[in-house]
C-alpha cells in the first residue's frame, strides 16, 4: 500500500502539470497493486482515491463515461466504508463529480438524482451554517439541470435558493459574480 500511495500522488501530480495520460497510468498502477495487497473486491479508502483521481482525470480529458464509471465504483467503495447513509466529504465529492459528469454527457435526469443526493447531504453536514459556496452551487446545478429537463418552475425555484445564498455570503448588491450567473439563469 506504501507503493500504491506513492503512485497515487504521482498520479495526481501528473494530472496537476497536464500530462492526463501520464496520470491515468500511475492511477492504473496503483490500483493493480491495491488489488493484489488487499484483494479485487476489497473496499479500502487508498483505492476509492485512486479511483476518485482516474475518474478526476478522465473528467479532464471529457471521457466522461470512463470518469463516471470510476466515479460509481468510486462511491460504491465510500458507502460500504462510510455506510450507506452516511454524509461524508468523500461521498459528496463523489456525487458532485457524478452530477456533473452525467449533465455533460446530457443525462439530466441522472444528473438531478445524483445532485438532488448531494444537496440532502450537504443539508445535513452544513445543517448550521446553510450559507456556503458548495451548496449555491449544487443548488444552481440543480436549477440548470431542472431547466434541461424542462420543468421551469422547479428550475425557477431552485435558482432563487441558490440566490439566497449568494446573497448571504456576498451581501444583497449583486456585486458578484456567481450572483450576476444566477440572476442571468433566472432570465
Same mark, same amino acid.
Given at each position: 500500500?506504501? #507503493? =500504491?500511495?506513492?503512485? #497515487?500522488? *504521482? ?6 502539470? !497536464?500530462?492526463?495520460?501520464?496520470? #491515468? ?10 488489488? +493484489? ?7 479500502? /479508502?487508498?483505492?476509492? $482515491?485512486?479511483?476518485? !483521481? ?5 473528467? #479532464? ?5 470512463? =470518469? +463516471?464509471?470510476?466515479?460509481?465504483? /468510486? ?5 460500504? +466504508? ?8 468523500? $461521498? ?16 439530466? !435526469?441522472?444528473? $438531478?438524482?445524483?445532485?438532488? /443526493? ?17 451548496? =449555491?452551487? $449544487?443548488?444552481?446545478? *440543480? ?45
Amino acid at each position: 500500500p506504501d #507503493i =500504491a500511495s506513492s503512485l #497515487i500522488l *504521482l498520479g495526481s501530480l501528473w494530472s496537476t502539470i !497536464g500530462d492526463q495520460r501520464k496520470a #491515468i497510468s500511475y492511477y492504473e498502477k496503483s490500483l493493480r497493486i491495491l488489488e +493484489i495487497a488487499l484483494g479485487d473486491n476489497a473496499a479500502h /479508502s487508498q483505492i476509492a $482515491v485512486a479511483l476518485n !483521481g482516474l475518474a478526476t482525470t478522465w473528467g #479532464i480529458l471529457g471521457d466522461y463515461r470512463n =470518469a +463516471i464509471s470510476c466515479d460509481e465504483h /468510486s462511491l460504491r467503495m465510500k458507502k460500504i +466504508i462510510y455506510g450507506e447513509d452516511t454524509a461524508h466529504p468523500d $461521498v459528496v465529492a463523489s456525487l458532485s463529480n457524478l452530477g456533473l459528469y452525467w449533465s455533460k454527457i446530457g443525462d439530466h !435526469g441522472k444528473a $438531478v438524482g445524483y445532485y438532488e /443526493s448531494l444537496w440532502k447531504m450537504l443539508r445535513i453536514i452544513h445543517k448550521d451554517n446553510l450559507a456556503q459556496p458548495k451548496i =449555491a452551487a $449544487v443548488l444552481g446545478s *440543480l436549477g440548470l439541470s431542472w431547466s434541461k429537463l424542462g420543468d421551469q418552475d422547479k428550475a425557477i425555484a431552485y435558482h432563487e435558493q441558490a440566490l439566497k445564498v449568494l446573497q448571504e455570503l456576498y451581501g444583497n448588491n449583486g456585486a458578484h459574480s456567481d450572483i450576476a450567473m444566477t440572476f442571468s439563469n433566472l432570465g
